[in-house]
């Protein structure tokens, strides 16, 4: 079955920067694109990057020249380098792949940028 497993939150300063990681399996992870999505509570799930299967990319304005996402498919692995961090972007972050029509989620990882 499909699985996406998040790892790499925590707290960090204003300015500092985190990476985060999703480790997928149970499908043909090259052949899908993959996106990374955040909550904050009482805020919708937001599209924050997504990475084709061509090594495409998209991302929110708000996190432009901030953030790059990646992948590695021997790894089955998408990351999420995240830099000079802002207390807006605290939030839960979710791995998200759609396979086969599905909508597959992982976990979540919790980021919080405070002093």
């Known amino acids: 079955q499909v699985q996406l497993v998040e790892s790499g939150g925590g707290l960090v300063q204003p300015g500092g920067s985190l990476r985060l990681s999703c480790a997928a399996s149970?499908?043909?992870?090259?052949?899908?694109?993959m996106n990374w999505y955040r909550q904050a509570p009482g805020e919708e799930r937001e599209l924050v990057a997504r990475?084709?299967?061509?090594?495409?990319?998209y991302y929110a304005d708000s996190v432009k020249g901030r953030f790059t996402i990646s992948r590695d498919n021997a790894k089955n692995t998408v990351y999420l380098q995240m830099n000079s961090l802002k207390p807006e972007d605290t939030a839960g972050y979710y791995c998200?792949?759609?396979?086969?029509?599905?909508?597959?989620w992982g976990q979540g990882t919790q980021v919080t940028v405070s002093s």
């Open positions: 998200n792949a759609r396979v086969v029509s599905i909508n597959y």
């Open positions: 149970g499908f043909a992870f090259r052949l899908y694109s």
């Open positions: 990475i084709t299967d061509t090594v495409s990319t």
